[in-house]
């Protein structure tokens, strides 16, 4: 058995999403990741001050795209970012999505 960690990105594109996106956030980073995994968010804002300000006084990092190029643009950008850190997985989530207890 090889001793690699693999990696897991979660893309969330987000647009007008500062009422709901922390609780999507927290619920993702409480998951139980099962062993030899780790997992890398990739958190796009499609041109919205109000979800990034969110993010920021959360201290979570994420993309900024000036203009809003729609979610689809958004996700595959975001999985662009992804595979430049070779990731093995890739998990598209809405930014009002909320993950149930060992979802992933």
């Not at 690699?4 to 996106?21: C, D, G, N, R, S």
């Not at 968010?41 to 300000?53: A, K, L, M, P, Q």
Request: contains cysteine; glycine residues 4%; aromatic residues 12%.
């Amino acid at each position: 058995m090889s001793n690699t960690t693999k990696k897991l990105a979660v893309i969330i594109a987000a647009y007008k999403a500062e009422k709901f996106i922390m609780e999507t956030v927290k619920s993702l980073k409480n998951q139980k990741v099962p062993e030899g995994w780790e997992v890398k968010f990739f958190i796009g804002v499609d041109g919205c001050e109000n979800t990034s300000r969110v993010l920021k006084e959360n201290k979570v990092p994420f993309y900024f795209s000036e203009k809003n190029v729609g979610t689809y643009v958004m996700a595959n950008s975001l999985i662009h970012e992804a595979k430049k850190i070779d990731c093995d997985m890739f998990l598209r989530f809405d930014a009002d999505d909320v993950a149930k207890e060992n979802f992933i």
